[in-house]
Nanobody, 120 residues
Framework: QVQLVESGGGLVQAGGSLRLSCAAS????????MSWYRQAPGKQRNLVAA???????NYADSVKGRFTISRDNAKNTVYLQMNSLNAEDTAVYYC??????????????WGKGTLVTVSS
């Protein structure tokens, strides 16, 4: 069974930085695009950043120039470096990956999320 586990969330002051990690585990054949989403209280879940297996990245306009997504394919891990954080970045951050589990068709998997709180 495939699992995605996020880590690195917490409380940070405005202007500070955090680095989120998301590790995929289980019987995995390959991982294609991996993404970070976030959901603020009372709002819908939105894409923050995505990275393909080849390293092509895509960012939401609100985080361009501040956040950087990267991945370590050998470790099945994706990272999100978040700089210049502000109160609007407060949300639960979810990891998402399109994963081929061994013997199965590919599908999207979600982590359970990690809370990022930015104090002003």
């Amino acid at each position: 069974q495939v699992q995605l586990v996020e880590s690195g969330g917490g409380l940070v002051q405005a202007g500070g930085s955090l680095r989120l990690s998301c590790a995929a585990s289980g019987s995995i054949t390959s991982i294609h695009t991996m993404s970070w989403y976030r959901q603020a209280p009372g709002k819908q879940r939105n894409l923050v950043a995505a990275i393909t297996s080849g390293g092509t990245t895509n960012y939401a306009d609100s985080v361009k120039g501040r956040f950087t997504i990267s991945r370590d394919n050998a470790k099945n891990t994706v990272y999100l470096q978040m700089n210049s954080l502000n109160a609007e970045d407060t949300a639960v951050y979810y990891c998402n990956g399109y994963i081929y589990a061994t013997g199965y068709y590919g599908k999207y998997y979600w982590g359970k999320g990690t809370l990022v709180t930015v104090s002003s």
